[in-house]
């Protein structure tokens, strides 16, 4: 079996115990595909060094081989905070009103992928696969064939990829894209943002894309594909009548005295549509004041990206709206909103998603969310709770039988909340029964498995 050289920009063996919350779900997804694989997972190890040396730092955690190199601030700055995430992420998720175009960002966008082949390029082997992950990293497909790399390189992109009419306000979004076709596949999670990219390769670079999504431009043949990730099912259903989860479990019953739990996980990230639910839960609240004292919203919410300003707005926006919100409506034993902006150990999240009898999952755009599957995954088979789900998710697609909304409605998402508390159990598992098998068919394994097939061509 060959190796795979795993590279993304964030490097995190998931550690079942710590409070990992805010890695997102492309750590937790490669985490569980690495325990898979003989390979070597490489990138920035999360740290700053004063002047870069490219010095790898190799350990082996739970199974998995990692190397991982320091950036100097100025990288973090203009690669990390700057083109990834003030420009890149916003972008890629729909918001060109908060993508931000600045040309250090993209010179050290390019300074640190170079960095990135420099330091990697010698742990490559002849017959490894190369497998490089998400919007950090577009371009290091072509600075490895720079380097004389040329061992079947694939790509995965675990977010959107944006229509053509919003990419085209990237400057040189050309440049950019070409890099992209020196890779031998281009995943994406769902046929929407694989369409999108052929789309832009067929009209902006005048490529051409055949049925089977191969694409050709000039000399270069790349076939693009749809992965959907998923969850490790196993491990999570597992977990989720562990013993830990179980007293998860019991201490969110217990405190919630009897009321129905609204659940939401999100990373504090504005794609994540918290201010909409949380005005939507409001909404539902005035509107359902006989019911309201039978509910309660629990929205865990670890922060994220806080050297960004849209993330330290965001997070200013739902403190404020908790606020405003738990005033209007509390009593002296009731709080409507329980916010909470710290991360769990996974085995407590399935007791707590296991205890809800409601998932808010309500994503403004997002390219698959795991957290969908996730309370899927942990629900008791005999009284399985709602998955309320933005049409705006990848996840969306697979997952049809979830009460589906649009986000940006508050009536449609209060009526749903309605609807979903007033549902019989014979529906609540019918829908349920429709979504766990896809959980469990299309895991994280699978999508591991096909990825890797696709790479090595056959
Ligand atoms: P994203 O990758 O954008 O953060 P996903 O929903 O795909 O969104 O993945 C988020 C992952 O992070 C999930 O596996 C989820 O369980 C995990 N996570 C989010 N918040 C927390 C938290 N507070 N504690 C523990 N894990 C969390
Ligand atoms: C999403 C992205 C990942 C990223 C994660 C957490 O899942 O697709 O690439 O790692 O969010 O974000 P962070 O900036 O903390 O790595």
Request: proline residues 5%; negative net charge.
């Amino acid at each position: 079996m060959s190796r795979l050289i795993v590279i993304s920009n964030r490097v995190s063996v998931p550690d079942k115990k710590k409070k990992d919350g805010a890695q997102g779900g492309l750590a937790v997804a490669l985490g569980a595909a690495l325990k898979e694989h003989r390979g070597i997972w490489f990138g920035w190890s999360g740290k700053e060094t004063e002047v870069f040396t490219g010095d790898l730092n190799m350990q082996r955690t739970d199974g998995i081989t990692t190397a991982t190199i320091d950036l100097e601030p100025q990288d973090i700055d203009e690669y990390y905070n700057g083109y990834a995430n003030r420009t890149l992420w916003p972008l890629f998720h729909f918001r060109i009103d908060l993508a931000e175009y600045e040309r250090q960002f993209g010179s050290g966008y390019e300074r640190v992928n170079e960095r990135f082949a420099t330091s990697v390029a010698p742990l490559i082997e002849p017959d490894d696969l190369v497998w490089v992950h998400d919007y950090h990293l577009l371009p290091l497909g072509k600075m490895l064939r720079d380097r004389g790399i040329k061992n079947r390189i694939g790509f995965f992109l675990h977010i959107p990829w944006p229509p053509t009419r919003l990419l085209v306000s990237l400057p040189f979004h050309e440049r950019l894209v070409l890099t992209m076709l020196e890779y031998d596949i281009i995943g994406f999670q769902t046929r929407e943002w694989l369409e999108s990219f052929c789309h832009y390769v067929e009209k902006e670079l005048g490529g051409t894309v055949d049925a089977d999504g191969v694409i050709r431009f000039e000399d270069r043949v790349v076939k693009a594909q749809a992965f959907p990730i998923g969850i490790d099912y196993e491990e999570f259903s597992r977990a989720a009548v562990g013993d830990t989860a179980r007293s998860a479990y019991e201490r969110l019953v217990q405190s919630a005295e009897g009321k129905k739990v609204l659940i939401g996980v999100d990373r504090l990230d504005y794609s994540k549509g918290l201010p909409d639910r949380f005005e939507a839960y409001d909404r539902f609240l005035t509107q359902n004041a006989e019911s309201a004292k039978d509910v309660v919203l629990l929205q865990i919410a670890p922060p994220s990206r806080e050297a960004v300003v849209t993330y330290q707005e965001i997070r200013e926006t739902l403190e404020g709206l908790t606020g405003s919100i738990n005033g209007a409506h509390a009593d002296i034993d009731w709080v409507p909103i329980r916010y909470v902006n710290r991360g769990y150990p996974r085995a407590e999240l399935a007791g707590f998603y296991r205890a809800s009898r409601i998932a808010l999952v309500t994503p403004l755009r997002d390219g698959m969310n795991l957290v969908a599957k996730e309370y899927v995954a942990a629900q008791d088979p005999e009284d399985p709770g709602v998955l309320i789900l933005s049409r705006f998710a990848g996840a969306a697609l697979q997952l049809t039988d979830a009460l589906m909304v649009n986000p940006h409605s508050g009536d449609e998402v209060s009526e749903a909340i309605r609807t979903a508390l007033a549902m019989p159990k014979e529906e609540r598992i019918r829908r349920w029964q429709g979504m766990i098998e896809t959980v469990k068919n299309e895991d994280v394994k699978k999508w591991q498995k096909d990825f890797v097939a696709a790479l090595k061509g056959s």
